[in-house]
């Protein structure tokens, strides 16, 4: 069983930065980002492959964030730039063992770990 513990959400004026940190055992794992906004639902924004050789983004966060990973610190990284009020919702950590990944990183069904999420709040 993986725990993913996310950390750095905040409140942050608009264009402002954050960076989210997700810790975990997860030097196997695809590892994603996923945001929900109130009263829609739970889009993706970012995923990383287990090596970090390959990095996935959603159009809408596309030259603004960038996700990363460190496994020696056990550790992945979704740096947040330009923040837009729109990029307001909970954001959500999420891994899949590579060994059982099927490909469709954007989908929240790929990943079967999940992390408790943390708010990220952008004021205009």
């Known amino acids: 069983q993986v725990q993913l513990v996310e950390s750095g959400g905040g409140l942050v004026q608009a264009g402002g930065s954050l960076r989210l940190s997700c810790a975990a055992s997860i030097s196997r794992y695809v590892m994603g980002w996923f945001r929900q906004a109130p009263g829609k639902e739970r889009e993706f924004v970012a995923a990383?492959?287990?090596?970090?050789?390959?990095?996935y983004y959603a159009d809408s966060v596309k030259g603004r964030f960038t996700i990363s990973r460190d496994n020696a610190k056990n550790t992945v990284y979704l740096q947040m730039n330009s923040l837009k009020p729109e990029d307001t919702a909970v954001y959500y950590c999420?891994?899949?063992?590579?060994?059982?990944?099927?490909?469709?990183?954007?989908?929240?069904?790929?990943?079967?770990?999940w992390g408790q999420g943390t708010q990220v709040t952008v004021s205009s």
């Open positions: 999420c891994g899949k063992d590579r060994l059982l990944y099927s490909g469709f990183y954007y989908s929240r069904n790929e990943y079967n770990y």
């Open positions: 990383i492959t287990s090596s970090g050789s390959s990095t």
